[in-house]
């Protein structure tokens, strides 16, 4: 009876045991459209958290960019999903998490190191709940070419004299196309050009938010104005600019042909690779000397804990990690132009990001003015700007008429909340 009772008691132990290294040991699987950071995370990031944490191992599993969505909601469908979601911003992610498929995260350990601005495109409508850790923004403005400004005598334009002077003189010199845009791939005159220059005009927040609330219209100057800026551009362009597409743009200038190039920070890398020539980057020009500036400085990526994850006690320690203020200097770094939403100053080798990044300390942050909400129906107006921004470029479209098609095509679906 006694040595019955020891071996039960062994078992027991063994089993127990069995049982307390499964539950520290895990393995995490992570989504992302991010397939060009597959050897950053590799080499940089799952080590350092494994190190901290031995019981848990990560594996990064990302997809093309242009499937992913699609991709990840197949697999959440089928339960198939890795354990860690990287979110798109606004209202991708949103759709998840209304059906159930990603956690709130807002009492996450770590949370409290972001603003509500930075946490904005990962939180339901109301603001009171927050599904995804903020992780990373991307900034517009100006890539130039420091040899060729240095060879016409130019400095960065800090107004929008200066800027459209300088272009004067770039194009009255004739050895550099005075900016590297196209507008055959729409999005990039939107993005690089409406979106770029715009929130000096409607005052970044302010006026974003007065387009959600009704109590402005995309018919109001301070929205109108940016496409008369933007069509002065034209004259700017490279010969045959309309049928020039954004890895066109891309080589004009890296290839030491263009002067200016309107820019997200996602360029710095790979243009940093490309170009044989000494870059500076400036923010978009105030309309007149002693204005406030403002940038857009849009949230681009976060992760979420999926809401079937076997593993979500070690989710939870990796989501944390990744909010921590370790995790947001080593993937800054890894990545420059992509700059941490986290409160925490973080310190970056790159200059030309260091450069885009310090613009915060100078300029008031917005997001793109269609992302959050305005979107949401169809017409979609984030497309449908794209579309008026290369109408306007080209001349297709008056300022005053690509605004009124917009306004038209929100109020056709969207009605302000009173």
Partial sequence: M??????????????LGATAAWAEDATLTIESWRNDDLAIWQEKLIPAFEKANPGIKVNFTPSAPPEYNAALNAKLDAGTAGDVIACRPF??????????????LSTLPGMD????????????????????VPVASVIHGFIYNKDAFDKLGLKPPQTEEEFFAALDKIKADGTYVPMA??????????????????????????GRLALIKGSQKLTDADWIEPFVTLAKWKSYLGDGFEAQTYPDSQNLFTLGRAAIYPAGSWEISPFGAQAQFKMGAFPPP???????????????????????SKNPEAAKKLLAWIASPEFATLYANALPGFFS???SEVKLDNPLAQEFVSWRNKCKSTIRSTYKILSRGTPNLENETWVESANVINGVDTPQAAAEKLQRGLDSWYKPAK
């Fill in 91 to 104: 209202d991708a992610s949103l759709e998840l998490y209304k059906k159930g498929q990603l956690t709130d």
């Fill in 286 to 308: 105030v309309r007149k000397a002693g204005d406030t500036c403002y940038i857009s400085d849009h949230n681009d990526i976060g992760f979420g804990l999926n809401a079937k």
């Fill in 2 to 15: 006694k040595k019955r009772l020891l071996t039960a008691l062994f078992l027991g132990t063994t089993f």
């Fill in 341 to 343: 939403l986290a409160k």
């Fill in 113 to 132: 190191n972001f603003t509500d601005t930075s946490k904005s495109a990962w939180q339901t409508d109301d603001g009171k709940t927050t599904f995804c």
């Fill in 181 to 206: 845009m196209g507008t055959k791939d729409l999005w990039e005159a939107a993005t690089m050009g409406y979106q770029n220059i715009g929130p000096n005009y409607w005052k970044g927040e302010e």
